[in-house]
């Protein structure tokens, strides 16, 4: 009988295993691979409104979503998270036959679609505890941090965005077509670090995310984004309170101590950020031009609405019907220079409010059915914030997160609307809210 060497007869290697952290984070990896995205240069044809590589990872993450849920059997959601989700379908498919063509009501029901119930939807499933939901915070921390570094850059070399003639607003990689950008993904890595500084796991981690929230203070302050700014102070103010008001009143003094140091005793930004500060208080009574363009494109938008009160004038209609319903005090444009692109007059083609262009383009059934998806995200949020609190510790950081991310976004909304490259993080936030308002509790309170 013929005996085998024992290097032909022994076990067989198995495949190579992943690493462990490969492992814990799981499903959430294609997430994280969507937010990455957002770090990488922005070619021309993402800035003018075209599809984006993040784009196309989202699309492949809703793919990957529904394969793994089919493959796992995994359980559906909840009959709350499904009308929830399905809310903003119903006023855009309506507002799809009024637009003016085909293929306007596609891309129009897409990118509706994409932002507000498929990728959210992508998310909620994917992610399977708080460890999930802190990896993915972590990520947002982590793009906030990279595109924060290159604002500083870009300011302190004289290479970002044109602003009072001088090419010093910090936008990071969207360039200065889309100057909200950075200020956005800034804003969402400040509300997760305060939320993981305020109820972090272990005091390192919550001692790591105090000095991340520190130093993307800085980049949203030279975005000179004044919604970004108001926006986030009322988002931060009301997570600290959450906490206690004696912990609140102690970390608004160092805040303001660290701030009188910055700007009075050092000199940090004082001449363009106290202009711009002091710029918000004059929105009313003496606006500049891209104030008065905004307020033009409110009533423009509203004068729409009241000739088609029900359903809109269609998606995408907005464009085509300004003309005839602003007045004569709306400018061609708006100017875009600086950040590596060349003066041009960029048009305004949106009210720059979400609120006001839904109304517009899709009437009160829109506006409710997708308004009314968000309030309810909101108040079961709200509630699951207030169990958190009164709860056994483990989770709080997770609830002032997705709550204090909603809550930015719907403000960010009263004067911005979805479009530009960073919109499909807007998806990803209102994921990471559905989780935490909508998933079974069994899921939401994994560790």
């Known amino acids: 009988m013929t005996v085998l060497p024992a290097a032909l007869t022994g076990p067989r290697p198995g495949p190579a295993r992943l690493p462990a952290a490969v492992r814990r984070a799981g499903p959430v990896l294609p997430v994280l691979l969507l937010i990455g995205m957002l770090a990488l240069p922005l070619d021309g044809g993402g800035q003018e409104g075209g599809g984006t590589p993040a784009d196309a990872v989202s699309g492949l993450l809703v793919v990957f979503c529904a394969v793994r849920a089919v493959r796992i059997r995994q359980r559906p959601l909840t009959r709350t998270a499904y009308a929830v989700l399905a809310l903003p379908v119903v006023g855009v498919a309506v507002a799809a036959l009024g637009a003016g063509s085909a293929s306007d009501a596609l891309q129009g029901t897409a990118r509706y679609c994409q932002i507000l119930v498929l990728v959210p939807a992508a998310v909620l499933l994917l992610t399977r505890g708080r460890d999930d939901f802190r990896r993915l915070a972590r990520g947002l921390v982590a793009l906030a941090l990279w595109q924060g570094a ?24 969207f360039g200065a077509t889309d100057v909200m950008g950075m200020s956005t993904v800034v804003a969402y890595g400040l509300i997760c670090s305060v939320g993981l500084a305020l109820g972090g796991p272990t005091p390192r ?107 809109g004038v269609g998606l995408k209609n907005f464009p085509a019907h300004r003309d005839s319903h602003a007045s004569l005090a709306l400018s061609s444009g708006s100017d875009v220079a600086g950040a590596g692109e060349a003066f041009r007059r960029q048009p305004l083609l949106s009210p720059h409010n979400m609120y006001l262009l839904v109304l517009s383009e899709q009437g009160l059934l829109g506006l409710c059915a997708i308004a009314g998806g968000w309030v309810a995200l909101l108040v079961l949020g709200v509630r699951r914030l207030a169990a958190a609190r009164r709860g056994p510790p483990g989770g709080l950081d997770c609830a002032l997160i997705a709550c204090g991310l909603l809550v930015w976004q719907l403000i960010d909304f009263a004067y911005a609307d979805i479009g530009g490259p960073s919109t499909v993080l807007t998806a990803v936030v209102f994921g990471l809210a559905a989780w935490w308002a909508l998933a079974d509790r069994g899921t939401a309170a994994r560790p």
Do not use: K, N
């Not at 130093?215 to 009301?238: D, E, K, N, Y």
């Open 205 to 311: 981690a919550r001692l790591g995310a105090l000095g991340c929230a520190a130093v993307l203070v800085v980049p949203l302050a030279l975005s000179f984004s004044r919604g970004a700014w108001i926006a986030t102070a009322v988002v931060i103010a009301a997570q600290v309170a959450v906490t206690g008001l004696r912990r609140a009143a102690r970390l608004f003094t160092a805040a303001l101590a660290v701030a009188v140091v910055l700007v009075g005793g050092l000199g940090v930004g004082t001449a363009m950020l106290q202009e711009r500060l002091t710029s918000i208080t004059q929105v009313t009574a003496a606006p500049d031009q891209s104030v008065t363009d905004r307020y033009t494109m409110w009533a423009a938008a509203l004068a729409m609405w009241q000739e088609h009160p029900v359903t």
């Open 150 to 173: 290159i604002g500083v850059h870009q300011y302190l070399t004289g290479t970002g965005a044109s602003y009072a003639g001088e090419d010093v607003r910090a936008v990071g990689t």
